[in-house]
C-alpha cells in the first residue's frame, strides 16, 4: 500500500474545503497503555513488541483448554489515542506481516494509534491448521480443477478429499473451533488484553466479515470501525447464476466463492488483456478478443503438456488459472502477468508460477504459509447445520453440477474457483453458521470502503452490506482491484480523519482513487 502522511488540521481543512460533510463524530475516554498482555521486543524486529494470548479452544468452556494467539504491536510514535487492532483477511492471513510491514503502509495512524496484528485462531504463529506437507501442497495446487469427464471428477474427488482427511489427522480437534464467531469472540478478548475501553479496527477483505461478526456480538464494545472490501456474510446465490438456488443447492454449504465473484473476476480479466492489447509488446495479440483466444489456447495446451520451469517443477493448467486469478487482485500484478505470459508463449512457465506461488503463500524454498488450510477451516463452517446431507459424495456431486453452472458465465474461474473448494464436501466438522445479514443494532458509525472494480469482494456486496448495518457509510473507489485504502488520496483521508478523529462522511462518497481532492 502506499502512505500518506497527514496533519489532523490539514485533513480537516482538506475535506471541509472540499465540501465533504463530516457527522457523527465518536468519541470516549482515552484508553490506558498496557492492559493484561505482557508485550516484549520482537527477535530481530526493531520497534516492535510481540505477545501470545491464551484463548479458550471453546469459547463455551472458558475453563477447558487453550490455545495461544500470537500478537504483534508497533507503539505510537507520538500521542497516543489507543491500539488500532488490523486483520488483513483471507482468511488465513498473517496479521503478524501486516504489522511488521505497516510502519509506512499505515502512514499518519502510526504517529497516533499502536497499530496491533494477530494471527487468528489457525493461523501462522498461532495455534494453526496443518493438513499436507509441502510436497502435498505442490501436488494439490497443481492437480486437475477442471474437470471435464466422470473419470477426471473422480480423479479430483480423490484429491480435494485427500486434503481434507489431511486435515483431519493433523488438526481434527483444532477444526471445530475454527469459525469466524470464535474468532471475533478471541477478538474481544484482544480489546480487553489491551486495556481498550473499545474496539478500534481496521479489517480487509475477509476481515471485514470478522468485524461485522464481532459488531453483531459485541455491539457496545465497537470503537472506530473500519472495513475495507467488504465481504458480504448474507450472499447465498450460485455462483453464476444470481436467479438460482442458493449455494450448492440442498448441500447447506457455502464455501464456494460468492455469486458475483466469478463472473467479477472475468471482467477483470478482460480488463487486463483490454490493457495488453494497447500496448507494443502484448504477447497475446492486438486485439481483446484474440488475447482471449490465445489465453485459452494457453490454458489448453496445459492441459495436455505443463511447461518446464526452473528446479524440475511444472505449470500445469490450474497452476496457470491460480496466476490468471492472481493477476485480477491488483493493477500492480497486471505487468507480472504479462511477462509470465511472454515466457509462456516461448515455452518455460517461470512467470507464470510466480504469480501462483503468490496466490498460494509458496517462498523461493518451496515452503508453503498454511493459508490455504487456515482459510479452508473457516470457509468449510459457513453454512446451515440443519441442512447437509449425507454422504458426502451427495454434497461433491450438486458442487460438480454448481461448477458447470458457473463455468458458463466465467470460463476461466468459474469451474476452478468452486473444484478448489470442494474439499469442503468432505470436511470433518459440519457447519456451524448459516449466512446472514448483519445489522449489530447499537453500534456506532462503521466506515465501509470498496473499489468499483474488485473481483475478490465486489461492490455489490458492500452496497448490500451498507444497507443491512444499522449504521454505516460507504465509501467507493472508482478503482481496479482489491483493497481501497491506500491507493487514492481521498480514500486515505476519509479514513484517516474517522480513525483520528470519529468524523464519519455523510452517506456515500464516489471518487475516482487517483484523484488528490474530493468532489464538491
Not at 454448481?402 to 474461474?413: E, I, K, N, Q, W
Request: hydrophobic share 40%; net charge negative; proline share 7%.
Amino acid at each position: 500500500m502506499l502512505s500518506r502522511k497527514l496533519l489532523i488540521a490539514g485533513v480537516l481543512a482538506a475535506a471541509l474545503v472540499a465540501g465533504v460533510a463530516v457527522v457523527a463524530v465518536l468519541a470516549w475516554p482515552r484508553a490506558r497503555d498496557g492492559g493484561t498482555i505482557a508485550w516484549a521486543p520482537c527477535e530481530g524486529r526493531d520497534g516492535f513488541e510481540c505477545a501470545t494470548l491464551r484463548v479458550p479452544l471453546d469459547h463455551a468452556r472458558p475453563d477447558g483448554r487453550t490455545i495461544g494467539i500470537a500478537l504483534n504491536r508497533l507503539p505510537a510514535t507520538g500521542a497516543r489515542l489507543g491500539a488500532l487492532v488490523v486483520n488483513p483477511g483471507g482468511p488465513g492471513e498473517s496479521g503478524l506481516d501486516t504489522v511488521f510491514e505497516g510502519r509506512e503502509q499505515f502512514g499518519t495512524l502510526v504517529e497516533r494509534y499502536d497499530i496491533v496484528g494477530f494471527d487468528p485462531r489457525g493461523v501462522g504463529a498461532s495455534e494453526a491448521v496443518r493438513c499436507l506437507d509441502d510436497r502435498g501442497m505442490d501436488e494439490f495446487t497443481a492437480a486437475d480443477l477442471t474437470p471435464a469427464t466422470a473419470a477426471e471428477r473422480d480423479r479430483t474427488r480423490e484429491v480435494v478429499k485427500g486434503f481434507a482427511d489431511a486435515c483431519a489427522a493433523h488438526s481434527g480437534d483444532l477444526l471445530p473451533f475454527t469459525g469466524t464467531e470464535n474468532v471475533a469472540r478471541d477478538l474481544e478478548l484482544i480489546r480487553a488484553g489491551l486495556g481498550e475501553e473499545r474496539l478500534n479496527y481496521f479489517g480487509f477483505s475477509y476481515g471485514t466479515r470478522l468485524g461485522q461478526v464481532y459488531a453483531e456480538q459485541f455491539p457496545g464494545k465497537v470503537g472506530r470501525m473500519v472495513l475495507d472490501s467488504v465481504d458480504n456474510p448474507a450472499e447465498s446465490e450460485t455462483p453464476g447464476d444470481a436467479t438460482g438456488p442458493t449455494p450448492m443447492a440442498g448441500t447447506g454449504l457455502t464455501p464456494a466463492p460468492a455469486a458475483a465473484e466469478p463472473d467479477e473476476a472475468e471482467s477483470a480479466l478482460r480488463d487486463i488483456l483490454r490493457d495488453c492489447v494497447g500496448r507494443a509488446d502484448c504477447p497475446v495479440g492486438r486485439d481483446e478478443n484474440g488475447a482471449v483466444r490465445a489465453v485459452d489456447d494457453l490454458l489448453a495446451n496445459l492441459r495436455i503438456r505443463p511447461l518446464p520451469a526452473a528446479g524440475g517443477r511444472r505449470l500445469t493448467e490450474s497452476l496457470a488459472r491460480a496466476a490468471l486469478f492472481h493477476a485480477t487482485y491488483s493493477r500492480d500484478n497486471w505487468e507480472g502477468l504479462r511477462e509470465g505470459l511472454r515466457q509462456a508463449v516461448n515455452g518455460t512457465g517461470d512467470g507464470l508460477l510466480a504469480l501462483s506461488d503468490a496466490y498460494y503463500h509458496r517462498d523461493e524454498h518451496g515452503h508453503y504459509a498454511n493459508s490455504t488450510a487456515a482459510f479452508a477451516a473457516v470457509n468449510c463452517l459457513i453454512g446451515d447445520p440443519r441442512s447437509v446431507p449425507e454422504p458426502p459424495d451427495a454434497i461433491a456431486a450438486r458442487m460438480d453440477a454448481d461448477a458447470a453452472g458457473s463455468a458458463g458465465t466465467s470460463p476461466h474461474f468459474g469451474a476452478w474457483l468452486f473444484y478448489g473448494t470442494q474439499y469442503c464436501a468432505y470436511w470433518p466438522v459440519r457447519p456451524t453458521v448459516a449466512p446472514h445479514a448483519i445489522n449489530a443494532p447499537g453500534t456506532p458509525t462503521i466506515l465501509l470502503l470498496n473499489n468499483t472494480r474488485d473481483a475478490a469482494t465486489p461492490l455489490s456486496g458492500a452496497e448490500a452490506v451498507a444497507e443491512a448495518l444499522e449504521d454505516a457509510r460507504l465509501v467507493v473507489a472508482d478503482a481496479d482491484g482489491h483493497i481501497a485504502y491506500g491507493n487514492g488520496a481521498c480514500v486515505d483521508r476519509i479514513v484517516n480523519e474517522f480513525l483520528l478523529t470519529g468524523r464519519a462522511p455523510a452517506k456515500e462518497h464516489s471518487w475516482p482513487a487517483e484523484k488528490v481532492s474530493c468532489p464538491a
